[in-house]
Structures are given as structure tokens and as C-alpha cells.
């Protein structure tokens, strides 16, 4: 029997003047609740990935945790009816002289009810079989009124090409998609941005798993296009970003790159100008998801800042040969960096190191850096 460990926490009436509160003695943590003047106190530590107790909320008698709203009894540790089998432990508390004394050794255990690992959480292996191109369309339109639109017809084109040469492709326009913006899990902590995307494991209904999937486990080549909308890359894009910083802060989180060997090259179309700084920011973002990009990484279309005559933009898009083989060209480049990136993989000593603006000092497992290419 583990011998108890008596801590004082302090003046006992500061504890009831809060609902909730996160204590940390050395490094155990202590979510300390009081309900009608009653305390309770559990492990400040939550059974999913770590998230502090004591910071969440209380909804009668169970703690929320902070970051994915999981719920444990303030009192007992208890997972909420349904999951009784997830259990964090409580610890006993006594009140001596106006102060709060906790025994830091726990009443009662951890245990963690198995959950089935979320699918995309999977190990990223490409399955053998040809090149594979996603094509994604990050314009906006109703789908029940579809309008022409420049990039998305150039982006056709693309992908079309990738198949005569022999790929596998499929396009996802993300206006068919119903997903939700991204929730701002990073910003309470890092840990609390997890892959799956925190919003994909909490809500089935959320479709931007199609994107996880086909992005991360599938393709080969990312032919991405947009509009430019008053001088930036889609809204739609945005949110798409937004929601890919999961994939990054794998790396941030578990020195995991879950982009390797995968290219990008982007479809940018703008009625009046901006294009060099949309291509910017695409090709800054993507290289930090791990992306890699053939020389000349994106095509363009713009009319200029006075045109405002969108009809012969259109007409100008729609017919024009010069716009139509530079797609094609794209998906050639793309494609052959991507052949050379699959080979390069196949070599036993290739290693990935971690890079890049977030990257610490720590490095992908010990292997011999790779000879570099002849
Ligand atoms: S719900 Fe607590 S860490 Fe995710």
C-alpha cells in the first residue's frame, strides 16, 4: 500500500471561492472543483491527451476537460455515464486549520477505456500502384447555380492531363464540402491540435476528412487552384489552411512528418492582379507541410487591375490555348519531381530531417543522411 503524501495547497476558503481551479505540486497536477461548498479533487490530467482539468469548466458534478471537452466526475474521477471505464484518479483532501490539505497519493487509479484509433490516424505508407493526383478546387460557388469558374476549368484540364499520362486522379471541390472553420484548438496549447484534426475526431458530420485523407494517405501531387478574392487565395482556402496546421504541428508535437515525397503546384486566377503574392503564401505554406515543388510551381491568369470587364475575362480563359497547355505543363512537371521524389524514397538510407520554422533541435530517428542525388 503506497504511503500517503500529504501537501498543504493553501487557505482552504480560496478553493471555495472557485469553481474550478488547476493546482500543480511538483509535477502532479490537481484539478480542485467545489460545488455548494463541497471540494473534490481529481487529477488534473485528462485520459484523452493530457489536457488540464482544472482549466475546463464544470457542468454540475463533472469537470469538462479544456481542450476536447471530455468529462470526468469532480469527485470520483469517473468518465460521464457512457463511459464510466475512462477514470482519472481522485485523491483524498482534509481541512486542518483553515487550510487545504490534499494526499498527492491517488484514492483510486487511472484507467483508460480503450478507444479504436481514429482511421486517419494511421501510419502514412503508399500502397503500391501509379501516380496519384489530387486535384483540389478552393473556389466558392453554389452548387445548385455553378457559374464558370477560370481556375476550376484550368484545374480540369490539369487533372485530366494527369490521366491521359497514366495517373490515378480525382478532383475535391471543397464548396461541396460541409466542414467547420478551424476552432482555435493551437491556441490554447499546442498538444490540444492534434492529428486527427481535433474537430474531425469530435464531429462525424465534418467532411473535410475527405481532404485528411486523400492528402495525406493518397496523393502524390496536390494541383491546387484559387481564385483571388481583393488580392489573397480564396476564403475557402483559408479555412482549408486553417484546419491543415494539425498535419504541421505533428511535427511540432511528436516529430512526426506526415507529408513526405508529395509535391504541390498551384492554378492562380485573378480577375485584376495579386498573383505573385497569392503564389507566395501558397508556396511558403505548403513548403511548411512538407510539400516540395517542381521549377515553375504555379500558372497564373490575371487581366490587370483596370479590367473589370469580367465577361471577357471568362471568354479570355475559357479559350485560350496558351492557359490550357500551361496546365498541362504543370501537371508534366509535377508529376516527373514526383517520380523522382517515389524513387529517392525507395532508398534505404534516405532520411527526412526535421526543418523548417517550427522545428526544434531534435531530429527524425538516427539514420545517415542520404548522398546527395547525382
Ligand atoms: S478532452 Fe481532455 S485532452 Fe482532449
Redesign the pocket.
Known amino acids: 500500500m503506497p504511503e500517503p503524501q500529504w501537501v498543504d495547497l493553501g487557505a482552504i476558503e480560496e478553493f471555495r471561492s472557485a469553481p474550478l481551479r488547476q493546482v500543480h505540486v511538483g509535477r502532479v497536477a490537481l484539478a480542485v472543483s467545489c460545488v455548494d461548498g463541497k471540494l473534490g479533487v481529481i487529477s488534473g490530467a485528462?485520459?484523452?491527451?493530457?489536457?488540464p482539468?482544472g482549466e475546463g469548466t464544470l457542468d454540475g458534478d463533472y469537470v469538462t476537460?479544456a481542450?476536447?471537452?471530455?468529462k470526468f466526475h469532480r469527485i470520483s474521477g469517473v468518465g460521464e455515464p457512457g463511459f464510466e471505464d475512462d477514470r482519472v484518479p481522485s485523491h483524498e483532501w482534509r481541512e486542518e486549520g483553515g487550510r487545504l490539505l490534499v494526499n498527492l497519493t491517488p484514492a483510486s487509479g487511472r484507467h483508460k477505456k480503450p478507444h479504436a484509433p481514429h482511421p486517419l490516424a494511421r501510419p502514412v505508407v503508399r500502397a503500391d500502384g501509379p501516380p496519384r493526383v489530387l486535384g483540389l478546387s478552393t473556389t466558392s460557388m453554389d452548387a445548385a447555380h455553378p457559374r464558370f469558374s477560370g481556375s476550376d476549368h484550368l484545374l480540369g484540364i490539369a487533372v485530366a492531363h494527369a490521366r491521359a499520362r497514366g495517373a490515378e486522379a480525382k478532383i475535391i471541390k471543397l464548396h461541396e464540402l460541409r466542414f467547420r472553420e478551424c476552432e482555435g484548438f493551437y491556441s490554447k496549447s499546442a498538444r490540444?491540435c492534434t492529428w486527427p484534426c481535433s474537430i474531425t475526431q469530435l464531429d462525424p458530420s465534418d467532411q473535410l476528412e475527405r481532404v485528411y485523407e486523400a492528402l495525406v494517405h493518397w496523393a502524390d501531387v496536390l494541383l491546387l487552384a484559387t481564385p483571388i478574392r481583393w488580392g489573397a487565395a480564396s476564403s475557402l482556402y483559408h479555412k482549408l489552411a486553417e484546419r491543415l496546421n494539425c498535419v504541421q504541428n505533428e511535427i511540432t508535437n511528436h516529430n512526426r512528418v506526415l507529408i513526405r515525397d508529395k509535391v504541390a503546384a498551384f492554378v492562380i486566377v485573378g480577375g485584376q492582379d495579386n498573383v505573385q503574392a497569392v503564389a507566395g503564401h501558397l508556396l511558403g505554406f505548403f513548403s511548411e507541410l512538407g510539400f516540395q515543388f517542381p521549377a515553375f510551381p504555379f500558372i497564373a491568369h490575371s487581366r490587370g487591375w483596370t479590367a473589370e470587364d469580367m465577361e471577357q475575362n471568362v471568354a479570355d480563359v475559357h479559350g485560350s490555348v496558351e492557359l490550357a497547355m500551361a496546365a498541362r505543363e504543370l501537371t508534366e512537371r509535377a508529376l516527373d519531381v514526383s517520380e523522382r521524389l517515389r524513387h529517392r524514397h525507395d532508398e534505404p538510407s534516405w532520411t527526412l530531417r526535421r526543418a523548417g520554422r517550427k522545428a526544434g533541435g531534435d531530429m527524425l530517428p538516427a539514420r545517415e543522411p542520404s548522398p546527395r542525388p547525382r
Do not use: K, Q
Open positions: 485528462c485520459n484523452h491527451v493530457g489536457g482539468l476537460c481542450w476536447h471537452y471530455w490540444a
